[in-house]
């Protein structure tokens, strides 16, 4: 089975979760503890449910590729290392140990 049908498949399983709750709601009554955790836990699979098709939805597109950077080829200017050392070599005027 592809993903798009186990995603389906758990729609429909947790479609008829959510309208036996209901049922159960109506027998049991919605105020005690015990029922609004049930609710509250279908609720929260619902929102899982939705997250994981959005992700799965999402993954089957192509990626996107980052903008690419054009970078010259001609040389940088040299005044922009004028007052920089060389990187782990010290100042110009000194020796390197």
């Known amino acids: ?28 009554g919605s105020g005690g503890l015990e029922m609004r955790r049930v609710r509250s836990d279908t609720n929260h699979l619902r929102e899982s449910v939705a997250l994981l098709r959005e992700t799965a939805t999402a993954g089957t597109t192509a990626p996107k590729r980052p903008d690419l950077v054009t970078i010259s080829d001609t040389p940088y200017d040299p005044s922009l290392w004028v007052d920089s050392d060389d990187e782990g070599l010290g100042a110009h005027d000194r020796r390197a140990p």
């Open 1 to 28: 089975m592809s993903v798009h049908d186990e995603l389906a498949s758990v729609q429909r399983s947790l479609d008829d979760l959510i309208r036996s709750v209901g049922r159960l709601e109506k027998q049991l």
